[in-house]
């Protein structure tokens, strides 16, 4: 099993950043993809970017390309996102997921995800 703990969230106005962060803890899990989505009041969940451990394959929404960055870190087992020039859509629960497999062409569908963290609130005023 893995255990995932985000953290990071709040309140920020908008075209300010954040940063979340998400820790990871259990089995090895190395080899596995860590992805960030994100779910709005009404809204389904959404993918946000992932990044595979070593940080050399990234991928994002469109939606946030340019404005958050995604990273990882082995030694911290700690998978993070800055986010910068937020806008009130930004504002969403965010949570963090592990795959055990890395499929290129999946990452950005939530069932590719085996473990999830609690998610972590982000808002956004205008």
């Known amino acids: 099993q893995v255990q995932l703990v985000e953290s990071g969230g709040g309140l920020v106005q908008a075209g300010g950043s954040l940063r979340l962060s998400c820790a990871a803890s259990?089995?090895?899990?190395?080899?596995?993809?860590m992805g960030w989505f994100r779910q709005a009041p009404g809204k389904e969940r959404e993918f946000v970017a992932a990044?595979?451990?070593?940080?050399?394959?990234?991928y994002y929404a469109d939606s946030v390309k340019g404005r958050f960055t995604i990273s990882a870190d082995n030694a911290k087992n700690t998978m993070y996102l800055q986010m910068n020039s937020l806008k009130p859509e930004d504002a969403a629960v965010y949570y963090c997921?592990?795959?055990?497999?890395?499929?290129?062409?999946?990452?950005?569908?939530?069932?590719?995800?085996?473990?999830w963290g609690q998610g972590t609130q982000v808002t956004v005023s205008s």
């Open positions: 990044v595979n451990w070593s940080g050399s394959s990234t």
């Open positions: 259990g089995r090895t899990f190395r080899t596995y993809a």
């Open positions: 997921a592990a795959s055990r497999y890395w499929s290129t062409a999946n990452l950005h569908i939530s069932g590719q995800y085996d473990y």
